[in-house]
Nanobody, 129 residues
Framework: QVHLVQSGGGSVQEGGSLRLSCAASGNLANVNLMGWFRQSPGKEREAVAIIYTRGSNSFYSDSVKGRFTISHDNNDNTVYLQMNSLKPDDTAMYYC??????????????????????WGQGTQVTVSS
């Protein structure tokens, strides 16, 4: 069993910054990908950023490239999402996700929420204009 606990988020004005954290615990032998998805009311859950926790690969959606940075601390199994230059379109519930994928598979499937078994509780991010 893998347990994900999220923290961070909140409300900020356009152009501001926030940081999200996701601490993983439990049987992490079956986890090599961790990251973030988000979902707005009436929309599907979409990938934001994912990191390969056993190497340096990271993946970003086009909408956040250059503004968001994902990182991973192996010492405490925590993933961070630094979000800069926030826009109102970034407003959503953000979910931490974790699972295991083969190296070749993750290139194609990192952004598919249906491929992740483990999820955090969600945290709201609201950006006002």
């Amino acid at each position: 069993q893998v347990h994900l606990v999220q923290s961070g988020g909140g409300s900020v004005q356009e152009g501001g910054s926030l940081r999200l954290s996701c601490a993983a615990s439990g049987n992490l032998a079956n986890v090599n990908l961790m990251g973030w998805f988000r979902q707005s009311p009436g929309k599907e859950r979409e990938a934001v950023a994912i990191i390969y926790t056993r190497g340096s690969n990271s993946f970003y959606s086009d909408s956040v490239k250059g503004r968001f940075t994902i990182s991973h601390d192996n010492n405490d199994n925590t993933v961070y999402l630094q979000m800069n230059s926030l826009k109102p379109d970034d407003t959503a519930m953000y979910y931490c996700a974790a699972d295991w994928m083969g190296i070749l598979t993750m290139e194609r499937r990192w952004g598919r929420p249906e491929d992740y078994k483990h999820w955090g509780q969600g945290t709201q991010v609201t950006v006002s204009s």
